[in-house]
């Protein structure tokens, strides 16, 4: 089944303690991105990758890394998470090399920073 | 800036009626637009595209959507709704990069 999927589902951490959030599709996709949804300011784009070891900053980039180093991988990475990054984030995927083509989202990771 | 704006946050409909769901966005050269729809517990998913051609484009489930170039606007419709169309929907535009810009979401409630 073609899906984008993303670990873990639900964590729970607290201020400054490392953290990664998996994000993996199965479709041979190009294009990857990682968005946050807030509650009034719906989904914003924090990193988005065009290839492999091509990544590039969206709107909201501040204390996020990625790394695309793999095709069907793209992690998200928060070094020193703090209670301004609790939020939903999900990660997408397209065909091409950019946005033009649908994007298939992943089920989405509800993080809470304590 | 370029942005996205989705006036109606929540909506209350009863079913069967009508549904037309805003969407505006600020930049005069050429857009792409996207409809996304988010069930509850779900992920986002597509119900239509214009990239180009006829402005009024069909996408799943019946909806439609009408590009209005002189509008800036790129609305949402449904002629009749149906209680499983309870869902946030997202409005996107791409202003020609590589980036999608997606509006606040409006959140519809069908009555049943």
């Known amino acids: 089944e073609a899906q984008v999927t993303q670990n873990p589902r639900y964590l729970i951490t607290v201020t400054g303690k490392k953290l990664t959030v998996t994000c993996s599709q199965n479709?041979?996709?190009?294009?990857m991105s990682w968005y946050r949804q807030d509650p009034g300011l719906g989904l914003r784009q924090i990193y988005y990758?065009?290839?492999?070891?091509?990544?590039d900053k969206g709107d909201v980039p501040e204390g996020y890394k990625v790394s695309r180093k793999e095709k069907r991988n793209f992690p998200l990475i928060l070094e020193s998470p703090s209670p301004n990054q609790t939020s939903l984030y999900f990660c997408?995927?397209?065909?091409?090399?950019?946005?033009?083509?649908?994007?298939?989202f992943g089920p989405g990771t509800r993080l809470t920073v304590l | 800036a370029q942005s996205v704006s989705q006036h109606n946050h929540h909506v209350i409909l009863s079913e069967a009626a009508s549904l037309e769901l805003g969407c505006n966005y600020s930049?005069?050269?050429?857009?792409?637009l996207f409809w996304y729809v988010q069930y509850p517990g779900q992920h986002l998913q597509l119900l239509l595209k214009y990239f180009s051609g006829d402005p009024l484009v069909k996408g799943i489930k019946g909806f439609e959507a009408e590009f209005i170039k002189s509008k800036f606007s790129f609305n949402l419709r449904k002629p009749s709704v149906q209680w499983s169309d309870t869902a946030e929907y997202f409005c996107a535009v791409n202003f020609g990069n590589e980036k999608l810009t997606f509006g606040t979401g409006t959140r519809l409630t069908i009555i049943p």
């Open positions: 997408a995927s397209s065909q091409y090399r950019d946005w033009r083509d649908e994007q298939f």
């Open positions: 930049y005069g050269g050429t857009v792409n």
């Open positions: 479709m041979n996709h190009e294009y």
């Open positions: 990758s065009m290839n492999v070891e091509v990544t």
